[in-house]
């Protein structure tokens, strides 16, 4: 009981700040685009689990790594974090910088169809918050 | 409850390999960025095959709904904190390992 001295001010502070500090944007979510994207995150990051660790005890770390850049048509907000976030746990892939809507990642391996993933993952984030985002473009480096 | 507690023992053991492919992929692999890889996403499987095991022993809704917040909350520090790593190491200039 004497934890909730501590914990629940701590609560209450952290959740009146993060209303006060948060950009006014609403979404809304979409039942079907969470019932899709419950299948096929986590069907994903097991992939992605099974992936390492088949690089990392295989004789010699089977790598190739190298950096991409993808530009997502995600709005600014609550998407394109969810989006850069949900990168790092999908197969080969880790976000590792964003600017504006370039999106820096790091592959493990780039001969994976690193493109193709993302590009999935968009388009799942996408119906997940009711947004529409364009076909794919060709490349763009 | 026999059934239950038994796959969910199946699914601990099951998580226990992710967790050291983990570790020993942050052993081995060359640079920053490919270690980030191993540990956000063997350790996040593993945490979550074991987390699943957990549930399904639990035999109440409430510790199920507990260790599955503990689960999201874990999925959403790691892969901010990797992003934030691999963030400032790229600001630092520090250059990717490119296979030789």
Redo the contacts between chains.
Sequence with gaps: MASWLIGGPAVLITSILSLKLAPTSRYSLSIVGIVRFSIFF?YQ??R??????G???SWK?R?????ISYTTSLPQGAARIFF???I??L??T?????LEDHV?I?T?DHTMPIRENIYKLENHVASLMRLSIPAQKKSSS | MGILYNSGTVLIIVGL??FL??T??LI????I??R???L???D???L?CIVCGLALQSGSIARTAKLLLIWVLV??AS??S??LI??S???KNIQ????P
């Design positions: 986590p990051s097991f992605g689990g099974l992936d390492v660790m690089r990392a005890l770390p790598l190739d790594p190298g950096l850069v976030n949900t790092s746990l197969p080969g880790l976000s590792a910088d964003l820096t790091h493990l | 390999p992710f492919s983990g020993i992929g081995r692999f060359p640079d960025y490919t980030l890889h191993a956000t996403k063997a996040n499987v593993g979550g999925l959403i892969s901010a990797c992003h691999a963030r190491a790229l600001q990717p390992w490119m296979r």
